[in-house]
């Protein structure tokens, strides 16, 4: 799985919208963007993925460059309890074997009111 | 819907000791994965059932771990002999098979404390 860059921390105010960066320079062509989140004390949550298409549903919207080396995850309204750390992976997605998640370090937002 | 749970949620336990966890997927659910996190690091993959097969173990699963999904339901993490550097959280995670958004679901996690 391709290896992926993010910003330590950012900062958002509360209703504004959040915008976080993930950087994967060497993703291959079948290999999907994926984010999840952890809320303090709970487990990681599922947001949205995309393979070059931009995508949104209710949670999110990801917007991948049309070289597909980097990605950004848009949360359009944030609020207080968007405060968490967003994880950005890459990795092939539909085969068979274990499909583990390999996760960074991710990117700590924390949403001021 | 209920999501998948994990027992107990903390766990404090002397160095030494053996401890046992527990993890009930979203039922359906075949697949089955084990992670833990350390305090500051996003999630490292331990193990990986599908139904009631181990298929994949990470080298982070030293032979002081082991789990088992008997029934290809629920699964347990055990771990012997209790050393200090084994407190972390602990996630389990489930997945249907196929399909699409081919996404892993989490519980609330295991918080381990060797004292």
């Known amino acids: 799985d391709a290896k992926t860059t993010q910003p330590p921390s950012m900062d958002c105010a509360e209703g504004r919208a959040a915008n976080l960066p993930c950087n994967h320079s060497t993703i291959s062509g079948n290999e999907y963007v994926y984010w999840y989140r952890q809320i303090h004390s709970q487990g990681p949550q599922y947001i949205i993925h995309g393979l070059k298409n931009n995508e949104t549903n209710e949670m999110a919207s990801l917007i991948i460059t049309e070289d597909r080396k980097s990605s950004t995850l848009i949360l359009p309204h944030a609020t207080l309890r968007d405060t968490a750390v967003y994880y950005c992976i890459v990795r092939v997605a539909g085969m068979q074997g274990a499909q583990k998640l390999v996760f960074g370090q991710g990117t700590r937002l924390t949403i001021n009111p | 819907d209920t999501g998948v749970s994990q027992n107990p949620r903390h766990k404090i336990t002397k160095r030494g000791q053996n401890v046992t966890f527990r993890c009930d997927p979203i039922s359906e659910h075949n697949r089955l994965y084990w992670y833990r996190q350390t305090l500051g690091q996003g999630p490292e993959f331990l193990t990986y059932f599908q139904n009631e097969a181990q298929l994949e173990k990470s080298r982070l699963l030293s032979d002081r771990f082991s789990a088992e999904r008997p029934k290809g339901s629920f699964s347990t993490l055990e771990i012997q002999r209790t050393e200090q550097g084994d407190s972390a959280m602990y996630l389990c995670?489930?997945?249907?098979?196929?399909?699409?958004?081919?996404?892993?679901?989490f519980g609330p996690g295991t918080r381990l404390t060797v004292l």
């Open positions: 995670a489930s997945r249907p098979s196929g399909g699409a958004p081919d996404t892993q679901y």
